[in-house]
């Protein structure tokens, strides 16, 4: 298998916007999924499928895929947005989750 | 309303075992695979294992592979996690997770609280 890198941790003000990014280091085109995971919870589904979002899931939220490079981005970040976010990928039989960024808002 | 409730969590010695149970309820048990994630104390996600709808075909991590079975039984809504074998790099809370998949898993949509398995003598 291989790994998912993300950044350990990334700082944005009130109203910016935040980018969170997942590289996996394999050959072969990979399809991203990304998680929202509050302190003492479990984690929430936020996109799936490189882009897309469940229902429910604000459109702040918006995520794309280049060349094995997954870029999570929120947009006008709001205090409420601070948490650990997760990239997550398939691999032939396998789950693979990258190390988690936590994102905070100063 | 989605709703997955994992048991069977607590403290067990290195080298013994536990099982952990997840019911389910507010959907269609039977055409989901279901999944066990795993998060050690202040660290990232762990996928532990899947199983298809049917039971017919299982998935394991490799630092559980030979350790951990993965079961279901699609008339009670449950999937269960038996843990043999364990050791202090098992503590973690476990996660049950459902996922949407066809061929395979592919990602999880919904995800219940979480039980605590700490592995310590």
């Known amino acids: 298998s291989y790994v998912l890198t993300q950044p350990p941790s990334v700082s944005v003000a009130p109203g910016e916007t935040a980018m969170i990014t997942c590289r996996a280091d394999s050959p072969e085109s990979q399809t991203f999924h990304w998680y929202q995971q509050k302190p003492g919870l479990a984690p929430v589904l936020l996109v799936f499928d490189d882009s897309a979002r469940p229902s429910g899931i604000p459109d702040r939220f918006s995520a794309s895929n280049s060349v094995n490079t997954a870029t999570l981005t929120i947009n006008r970040v709001e205090a409420g947005d601070e948490a650990d976010y997760h990239c997550?990928?398939?691999?032939?039989?396998?789950?693979?989750f990258g190390g988690g960024t936590k994102l905070t808002v100063l | 309303e989605v709703q997955l409730e994992e048991s069977g969590g607590g403290v067990v010695q290195p080298g013994g075992s536990l099982r952990l149970s997840c019911t389910v309820s507010?959907?269609?048990?039977?055409?989901?695979?279901m999944s066990w994630v795993r998060q050690a104390p202040g660290k990232g996600l762990e996928w532990v294992a899947n199983i298809k709808r049917d039971g017919s075909e299982e998935y394991y991590g490799p630092s559980v592979k030979g350790r951990f079975t993965i079961s279901r039984d699609n008339a009670k809504s449950s999937v269960f996690l038996q843990m043999s074998n364990l050791r202090p790099e098992d503590t973690a809370v476990y996660y049950c997770?459902?996922?949407?998949?066809?061929?395979?898993?592919?990602?999880?949509?919904?995800w219940g609280q979480g039980a605590l398995v700490t592995v310590s003598s």
């Open positions: 507010g959907f269609s048990f039977s055409v989901y695979w």
């Open positions: 997770a459902r996922a949407p998949g066809g061929s395979y898993p592919y990602y999880f949509d919904s």
């Open positions: 997550q990928v398939w691999d032939s039989t396998e789950g693979l």
